[in-house]
């Protein structure tokens, strides 16, 4: 029988490993930290994060956490940017290149050209004596001397304490740059936090095609523009205010009353002073207000109530702001 017991013993013995490696890691943040931020910060192009085999992983994984967090960067693999990718590269960029050895061929091959670029180059390494670390411009020493391994070789805490500086890194530079929720969910329209904080604007039917007539029209007029639109209601404007609107359900109850005039003024029979709601609060709170109304179309209008868009629930559920 397998000792269990040892199995967990030596799965908390990994962790406890792991730990004392971001201890470190957090103890090691200094005065090259905030140069790479600066750096980061300030420069024209993007970051290109650059790393090989386990690092290379790691190095994918820290560029998409910068792209999706306000820091426009994208990942080159080493041996790839050896072989054409490294056109991708510019002397606008900073570049984020990554060997716990710092001895990495595929990467320190790189170096000759991105100093001929002008990229500033930003290393993060466990050997601050290293070929790359003696080329950079700002080394991130990442002092990890005894790996999760047994054998001591393969890159477990290494790994971790890397990972975690490249979050380090990410998330400080979205607190400096101001980076919030609504700026993650541009960047993220497919998530389920795109889809909550979707805007009014971005589901509504925008000026200039609405269902909008003249305070002084004709019943006849309203139902032929509610017909073209099939939005189930026509907006009553008066000096380019929204002053009121006519709805499906209220030409029903016109029908059924019996005194159906069709060359009736069309402001004798809206419903005045209709609910509408800014363009810039959320398509979810649009859905609230319109279902505490019991209502299924809104009218969008600015702060002089000219109607600027009109959303109906429909277009709400199908953006997926529930």
């Not at 606008?92 to 290149?97: G, S």
């Not at 003696?134 to 054998?151: G, K, M, R, S, Y």
């Not at 404007?237 to 059924?256: A, F, M, Q, V, W």
Request: proline letters at 4%.
């Amino acid at each position: 029988m397998p000792d269990q017991h040892q199995w967990l013993e030596k799965a908390r013995d990994v962790l406890q490993i792991e730990i004392a490696a971001l201890e470190a890691q957090r103890s090691a943040l200094g005065a090259p930290f905030i140069q790479a931020i600066e750096t980061i910060l300030n420069i024209d192009g993007r970051l290109v994060v650059v790393g090989m085999g386990k690092s290379g992983i790691i190095a994918k994984k820290i560029a998409a956490t910068f792209a999706s967090t306000g820091t426009p960067a994208f990942f080159v693999h080493a041996a790839e940017a050896q072989h054409g990718d490294l056109g991708m590269i510019t002397g606008h960029d900073a570049v984020l290149m990554l060997s716990h050895s710092g001895e990495t061929a595929e990467v320190c091959g790189l170096i000759p050209e991105l100093k001929r670029r002008g990229a500033r180059i930003i290393a993060m390494t466990g050997n601050p004596a290293s070929t790359l670390a003696e080329h950079a411009d700002i080394v991130l020493h990442i002092p990890v001397t005894q790996e999760a391994c047994p054998l001591n070789l393969a890159p477990t805490a290494s790994t971790t304490a890397t990972l975690a500086l490249g979050d380090t890194l990410a998330v400080v530079l979205l607190h400096e740059r101001g980076f919030r929720e609504e700026d993650f969910a541009r960047v993220h329209p497919a998530g389920s936090l795109g889809r909550k904080l979707l805007k009014v604007r971005d589901v509504m039917h925008a000026a200039p095609d609405l269902p909008l007539i003249e305070a002084d029209a004709s019943l006849r007029d309203a139902i032929m523009m509610m017909s073209r639109f099939r939005l189930g209601i026509t907006g009553i404007t008066e000096s380019g205010r929204l002053i009121g609107c006519l709805s499906d359900g209220d030409l029903r109850r016109i029908l059924e009353s019996g005194h159906m005039d069709l060359d009736a003024a069309v402001h004798e029979l809206m419903h005045p002073n209709p609910t509408t709601i800014d363009a810039d609060r959320l398509a979810s709170e649009a859905l609230h207000l319109m279902e505490s109304k019991k209502i299924t179309v809104l009218f969008a209008c600015d702060a002089e109530q000219r109607a600027t868009g009109i959303v109906h629930m429909h277009d709400i559920l199908n953006g997926g702001a529930q």
